[in-house]
């Protein structure tokens, strides 16, 4: 408070704030150092009252106090100080020039760049006083650049006011910087000051406020809690209908797919279905008409009477016996014909394989299916099938397409109730790390785990690509077969 008091220019309720301090520090014999800055702040604001014997007898009070030099040799220094520059101002000049010395000596070891400003100040104006213009000059323009390196306004204040006085031939120069920054800090001053006296005011209107919004608060949280529990069940029916929007989305995706495999099933059953018949119509009209007519024909041709020269009928022979063996293959081509025709609908490997043929056929690439026979396709659920169909689509054209590869190799494989599709390829490879820029293994890894399947990619530069599916599937099927059993 003693400091406010001060900015406030109310002196007399400064000295009387640190008196009662004083008191309280000799009653209860706190630190003795502490008195010594009471004691130094009451001889500051005598000696500004002009008081100097009272300004002197802190100062000497405070300097008496034991091991003060030891204990805070900043605080030592600045009383030095102050006792010189008030016996100044009275007019005692006897030994001062020492004493200021020793003050600017201890404050310049201890790197107090304020209050070496200080004491080059006193020190100007006390050789001023004793009319050694150089000196003092010298010493206030010291003063002048520390306190603008340190920006301290107060020290520079005093430094242009000095050397206007000093220096005569630019005493206006010194002086009209004065004046602009006086008027910069009267300003600051007075903002403060009404910052001061506006403290107590808007303490006032804060405790009122307090009352106030002591109230609007209970009204206040309870309105926010109630907007927030609406926008809470915005958010999750919200949320909920987006789920089930993608809910139905992805049903109905699901569903298309499997109406799309269906479509293909059947279109392959029809091209089957027609082939077979071909074959049938093939098979039968080598067997019925062709073969008839061959049959008539060398039966009709050996009753034939021929005579001749033994060579001649030989011969005859031996042409007769190559159409019957004609007959034998025409009958076997028939036969084959009709065993081999191919079975529909058709299963999914055949799917596969087709697809395969398709991709790979035109390009420079071989593709190989291999296909464990203890897996029972027709038992594994459709979705699966489209889904795995789907995998393998996307597989290859990543191998086609990106990893260059020359060779393909597609692997079914049943691991107790896991199935297993492995896609490997001797292509460029990848760092798996890094990721890859496209959203063909994020869609696969998609749909394996829609079904609660693993994935995993395995490749390196120049090393290839291995994916590996591994789809739990077969857990139904044993089901299935202990309860038949």
């Known amino acids: 408070m003693g400091v406010v008091y001060e900015e406030m220019d109310e002196p007399d309720k400064a000295i009387t704030y640190y008196k009662k301090s004083q008191e309280y520090l000799e009653e209860f014999g706190e630190q003795p150092v502490y008195l010594g800055h009471v004691y130094n702040n009451i001889g500051v604001l005598y000696r500004e009252q ?9 100062f000497e009070k405070a300097l008496r106090i034991p091991n003060l030099k030891s204990s805070d040799l900043s605080l030592y220094a600045r009383l030095i100080d102050n006792r010189a520059y008030s016996r100044l101002l009275a007019e005692d000049t006897i030994g001062l020039s020492k004493e200021f010395h020793k003050s600017l000596r201890l404050r310049d070891s201890l790197q107090n760049q304020s209050g070496v400003i200080m004491s080059k100040l006193h020190l100007a104006q006390y050789h001023a006083y004793q009319q050694d213009t150089t000196k003092a000059i010298v010493f206030a323009k010291d003063a002048l650049y520390l306190a603008r390196a340190i920006r ?3 020290d520079i204040l005093k430094s242009l006011l000095l050397l206007s006085n000093l220096n005569k031939p630019i005493s206006n120069t010194y002086l009209q910087e004065y004046i602009g920054l006086s008027k910069v800090i009267r300003l600051q001053e007075r903002k403060t000051r009404d910052k001061f006296t506006r403290v107590q005011y808007e303490t006032d209107r804060y405790v009122e406020r307090n009352k106030q919004l002591s109230s609007q608060k209970l009204w206040i949280l309870i309105i926010a809690i109630g907007l927030l529990l609406v926008l809470s069940f915005f958010y999750i029916f919200h949320r909920q209908r987006a789920k089930n ?8 995706r699901q569903k298309a797919n499997e109406q799309l495999y269906l479509l293909t099933l059947k279109h392959h059953e029809r091209l089957q279905k027609g082939l077979n018949q071909q074959r049938e119509r093939i098979s039968e009209e080598l067997h019925d008409a062709i073969l008839g007519e061959l049959f008539a024909i060398r039966m009709n041709w050996g009753l034939l009477p021929l005579q001749g020269r033994p060579e001649i009928v030989k011969e ?7 159409l019957q063996r004609i007959e034998k293959q025409i009958r076997k081509a028939s036969h084959n014909l009709m065993q081999n025709l191919m079975a529909f609908p058709l299963n999914f490997i055949q799917m596969v394989e087709n697809l395969v043929q398709r991709r790979c056929k035109p390009l420079p690439i071989t593709c190989k299916v291999h296909n464990d026979e203890s897996i029972p396709w027709e038992k594994v659920d459709l979705m699966i099938q489209i889904n795995l169909y789907r995998i393998i689509e996307e597989g290859l054209q990543n191998c086609i397409r990106h990893a260059r590869a020359t060779h393909v190799d597609i692997r079914f494989t049943r691991k107790g109730q896991a199935l297993t599709l492995t896609i490997r390829d001797d292509g460029q490879g990848f760092n798996p790390r890094k990721g890859t820029k496209g959203i063909g293994l994020i869609h696969i890894r998609s749909r394996v785990q829609k079904f609660g399947g693993n994935f995993w990619v395995n490749s390196g530069k120049g090393q290839g690509t291995t994916l590996t599916i591994s789809i739990p599937v077969f857990k139904t099927v044993n089901d299935e077969d202990n309860r038949q059993q």
Do not use: K
């Not at 002009?50 to 802190?58: G, T």
């Open 316 to 322: 005859h022979q031996e042409y007769l016996e190559a």
């Open 245 to 252: 929007r993608m809910l139905y989305l992805e049903t109905r």
């Open 152 to 154: 301290n306004n107060r």
């Open 50 to 58: 002009e008081n100097q014997p009272q300004a002197f007898s802190y």
